[in-house]
């Protein structure tokens, strides 16, 4: 089992920053790939960005590509999700999630509580 926590969510403005911090319980996170997701007010989940179990490999929708990073520090049990040039259609809960396989599809093993990210423009 592995149950995953974030944090690091809050009202920014546009053109902003924000870091959000996935951290997980359970000794075999480390190899279970990882990815955020989000879900704004009257849509569905989507995929933000993913990484492999190694964190060699990472991958971005389109809309996130170049502002979003993600990362992840194995001996720390923790993914993070560096916002960067918020916009106001970033505004959603952020859910992170954990599974064998990184997919771009919601079909994760483990998911959060989520975090609000609010932006304001």
């Known amino acids: 089992q592995v149950q995953l926590v974030e944090s690091g969510g809050g009202l920014v403005q546009a053109g902003g920053s924000l870091t959000l911090s996935c951290t997980a319980s359970?000794?075999?996170?480390?190899?279970?790939?990882s990815a955020w997701f989000r879900r704004a007010p009257g849509k569905e989940r989507e995929f933000v960005a993913g990484i492999t179990w190694s964190g060699r490999s990472t991958y971005y929708a389109d809309s996130v590509k170049g502002r979003f990073t993600i990362s992840r520090d194995n001996a720390k049990n923790t993914v993070y999700l560096q916002l960067n040039s918020l916009e106001a259609e970033d505004s959603a809960v952020y859910y992170c999630?954990?599974?064998?396989?990184?997919?771009?599809?919601?079909?994760?093993?483990?998911w959060g509580q989520g975090t609000q990210v609010t932006v304001s423009s």
């Open positions: 359970g000794r075999t996170f480390s190899t279970y790939a």
């Open positions: 999630a954990a599974s064998r396989v990184m997919r771009s599809s919601p079909s994760y093993e483990f």
